[in-house]
């Protein structure tokens, strides 16, 4: 029967809960005769509750045969029924906070950092074991990455031309964008880098918002301060095509030898990339006032002109409002011709401190240009100058697509952890 424990109570109050969902699931559908059968159900279930239990007993089992008479595909209410239908209420309530409060965001890359971190990377010596993957995965989101040497013989590297190179996902290393799916489910893109060892060759995949430049760097020529330096250092006779593919299709990257021998199961490149933050953005409070210079705001890229090939979501610092005029001299940006002010970030770049690299002249504000935003625009810029592609790259951003403003970071749990800056 419906009661499975003798709790007489307990099933009272069971019994109570299928009659009132009864009535507000079918309360327009019932007969007269069908809502007097509920209120006597209703009545008869509190009388139980003064008679003794074997009574009682049978008192619940007469109820719950009125009960099914008229509770129609509702009744009995299962515990697979209970719970699609608390999931499918979290569901819809978290669409609606998603939608019109707070909605999570994940920064990719690094164009805002130390402000706020992209993706970054640790190189790992030997092998963790499941317990510290595991550890590291929960607390930093990091995710580990390890290639082996196919071959012996010399490591070479694949080097980007410059007319090969892509904002805002560009490098020195040569890479193809490759669709894929992310849990084998969701359809995403990758980059794809070759690398040759002796005869033979090994790929390896990281986001496609990674660069990888960086972790190559460190893990090969950790002496040298930039890949400026290691390209300069390198004779061109150690620059060649290869043929890689099957049909001897000659690749478009150059690779030059690096000179470093790996032998055939020895790493390569063995390496954990750390989740960016992930932030909660406020989609309310832009409807009531407009945003304000030096916010960190979310905006979509999809209508902006030089990135309409790639629709997402940007974070960067609103550095401009609609007919403001703007220069970078030195390290300083300049609004309306004064340093601009509003955010701590714009003073900490501007004295090169707390590792902010201050301004740099670029795109739309070389040196000695000065530009004013449009109506109905903002001007974005990212707190990592030197490495952001921004609005001096790409233009102006359409208030229309402006989603929000960062207020609290979420995780990584790390120092940045709690109220967005």
């Not at 074997?54 to 515990?79: N, Q, R, V, W």
């Not at 043929?243 to 478009?252: P, Q």
């Amino acid at each position: 029967m419906f009661f499975k424990k003798d709790k007489i109570k307990e099933t009272a109050k069971d019994l109570l809960g299928i009659a009132k969902r009864i009535e507000n699931y079918r309360k327009d559908i019932l007969s007269k005769e069908q809502l007097d059968i509920l209120s006597k159900a209703r009545t008869e279930i509190n009388d139980a509750l003064t008679l003794p239990r074997a009574e009682a007993h049978k008192s619940f089992d007469a109820i719950e045969l009125s009960l099914k008479s008229i509770g129609g595909d509702i009744y009995p209410m299962t515990g697979l029924t209970e719970n699609v239908e608390v999931f499918l209420f979290a569901a819809i309530l978290a669409l609606a906070v998603r939608t019109f409060f707070f909605q999570p965001f994940r920064i990719p890359t690094n164009s805002m950092w130390p402000t706020y971190a992209g993706m970054t990377f640790e190189l790992v010596e030997g092998r963790k074991n499941i317990f510290e993957k595991l550890k590291r995965w929960t607390l930093f989101g990091a995710s580990n990455f390890n290639i082996q040497a196919p071959d012996t013989g010399n490591l070479q590297i694949p080097i980007m031309t410059a007319e090969d190179r892509v904002e805002p996902y560009g490098g020195i290393l040569y890479y193809k964008v490759v669709n894929t799916r992310k849990f084998w489910i969701f359809p995403t893109k990758e980059r794809e880098y070759t690398f040759v060892v002796g005869e033979r060759h090994v790929t390896l995949r990281v986001p496609l918002e990674f660069c990888f430049d960086d972790v190559v760097l460190e893990t090969l020529f950790p002496k040298e301060k930039s890949w400026k330096e290691v390209l300069n250092h390198q004779p061109s006779r150690c620059f060649k095509r290869l043929k890689l593919s099957k049909d001897g299709h000659e690749d478009k990257a150059h690779y030059f030898d690096t000179g470093i021998r790996k032998s055939t199961g020895e790493d390569i490149f063995n390496f954990d990339i750390l989740s960016g933050d992930m932030l909660f953005v406020d989609r309310m409070s832009y409807h009531f006032s407009l945003p304000k210079v030096g916010d960190p705001f979310v905006f979509r890229t999809r209508a902006i002109e030089g990135l309409r090939y790639d629709d997402k979501y940007f974070i960067k610092r609103l550095v401009g409002l609609p007919g403001d005029t703007l220069q970078v001299e030195g390290t300083t940006l300049y609004r309306n011709g004064d340093p601009i002010e509003g955010a701590e970030a714009f003073e900490q770049n501007r004295k090169q401190i707390d590792q902010y690299p201050g301004y740099t002249n670029t795109g739309l504000l070389e040196d000695g240009y000065e530009v004013e935003v449009p109506a109905n625009h903002y001007f974005a810029m990212g707190d990592n100058s030197p490495h952001s592609y921004d609005s001096r790259g790409w233009g102006f951003v359409p208030n229309r697509e402006v989603v929000g403003k960062a207020v609290f970071i979420l995780y990584p749990f790390t120092r940045r952890w709690g109220c967005a800056k």
